[in-house]
């Protein structure tokens, strides 16, 4: 049947919207499936985390902040009648009575030098702590995000052994099919290469669950483009242990005790010197009635801290306690984190000798069981069942070396931020 012109118009906006958003899937689908490096990943978690933005505004807020630490209190302007009567015929009357003023004044508080540059002095120290905050949530980023995108790319390795083994357990199969046709097999071996491959989906199973954890875990970090292909690897950093270990008192963690020592050192100066008195100015101008000459007046105020025994000499010594607790929690956090570090050494040494263990003897003895168990069975020496056996060995021994490398990647990673050099992760971070 033919269509008519006339009725066939009014489907071409629907057929030009139509194709226009399959252009825009493609597209989408092309931005979403560019693939994402470790780099990529690094510098895009550290653009795109919310901690760090909020912490940023920390560093803004305290920067903020600390522009009038030093400056003078605002001016007071003081309004005011002085010697109105209330009894007599002059009552309330502002022009009568000589000694009636009406008076406008403005008055100056003056703090002591030393209490205001120890405002200063902590108002830049908590400018200083809150960067050194930042650059210690920044490096967690990174080594979270170094760790997921490897926990991640070890599984996938593992999920591509495992799409590899599918082709073999067909191969396999087909070689079980054709023993047992030509009268060498039993026909019960048939059997045995379907429950592999069962097995074998039961395990891609379980590490398609690991990969959509790893994904997730990595998609705290970098958000959508989590969910984007990975591509290249990660740096095999080096572990030298006397390095991190010259390294271990840069520790962010550590450091951020500097600054938080300058503002408690500002607070004692700023307690020291509320024993010395702080003074005021005040200037007033005091208008009487037009039969009477005006007024001025200068006035001069002292603070008088004569009593420091109970009032100045607490406040020194309460913040020259929390000076001491700041020392012995700088201690504490250090032998933690020493202790910290011989831990993640010994770990990764353990790792490192279990890598080279798995991929240099029981890999190449798991290859060779399963080589010697193929053959004897072809050569109709050897069970099916040793066969099967060997072959799932060989199998876990691959997906284990995988793992286990994974694994000590991590542990490269964690401890390459927490306690390497890392002046290299300036252009990821942001500073200058």
């Not at 109105?84 to 004044?105: A, K, N, Q, V």
């Not at 593992?158 to 599918?166: R, T, Y």
Request: charge should be neutral; charged fraction near 30%.
């Amino acid at each position: 049947m033919v269509v008519p012109l006339s009725a066939a118009h009014p489907w071409r906006p629907l057929l030009y919207r139509t194709a226009a958003l399959f252009v825009l899937a493609g597209l989408a689908g092309t931005a979403c499936a560019a693939a994402l490096s470790f780099d990529d990943a690094l510098a895009l978690a550290v653009r795109e985390t919310p901690v760090l933005r909020a912490e940023s505004a920390q560093i803004d807020a305290a920067r903020q902040a600390a522009i009038p630490a030093g400056e003078l209190p605002d001016p007071k302007l003081a309004l005011g009648i002085d010697n109105l009567p209330i009894e007599g015929p002059d009552r309330y009357s502002l022009t009568r009575d000589f000694m009636t003023m009406r008076r406008i004044g403005l008055m100056q508080e003056f703090p002591n030098a030393g209490k205001r540059d120890a405002r200063v002095a902590a108002a830049r120290g908590r400018v200083a702590q809150a960067e050194a905050q930042t650059r210690i949530t920044r490096l967690a980023v990174l080594r979270e995000t170094a760790a997921a995108w490897i926990a991640r790319d070890a599984v996938e390795r593992q999920l591509a052994v495992i799409d590899a083994l599918v082709e073999e357990n067909r191969l396999f199969e087909a070689s079980v099919r054709a023993r047992i046709a030509g009268g060498k097999g039993n026909a019960l071996e048939v059997v045995a290469p379907r429950q592999e491959a069962a097995m074998i989906e039961a395990r891609r199973d379980e590490l398609a669950a690991r990969r959509q954890q790893a994904v997730a875990a990595l998609e705290r970090w970098v958000g959508p483009r989590a969910q984007a292909p990975l591509a290249g690897s990660a740096p095999d950093w080096p572990i030298d242990r006397d390095t991190l270990a010259h390294a271990l008192h840069g520790h962010p963690e550590l450091t951020i005790f500097d600054p938080k020592a300058r503002v408690l050192d500002a607070e004692v100066a700023e307690a020291q010197a509320e024993k010395k008195p702080d003074w005021a100015l005040e200037l007033a101008y005091q208008k009487r009635g037009s039969q009477f000459s005006d007024m001025a007046m200068v006035n001069v105020t002292f603070d008088l801290p004569v009593f420091t025994a109970s009032r100045q000499d607490p406040k020194i010594a309460a913040r020259q306690a929390e000076r001491a607790a700041l020392d012995a929690e700088r201690e504490a956090v250090l032998r933690e984190h020493r202790a910290m570090l011989e831990a993640d050494l010994a770990e990764y040494q353990r790792l490192a000798r279990a890598v080279t263990r798995q991929r240099d003897v029981l890999l190449p003895l798991a290859d060779e069981k399963a080589a010697l168990a193929l053959a004897a069975w072809r050569g109709g020496s050897g069970e099916l069942a040793d066969l099967v056996m060997a072959r799932r060995e060989r199998v876990d021994a691959g997906l284990m070396a995988i793992a286990l490398e994974g694994e000590r990647r991590q542990m490269a990673a964690r401890l390459h931020y927490a306690y390497g050099e890392h002046a290299g992760e300036s252009n990821l971070s942001g500073e200058k």
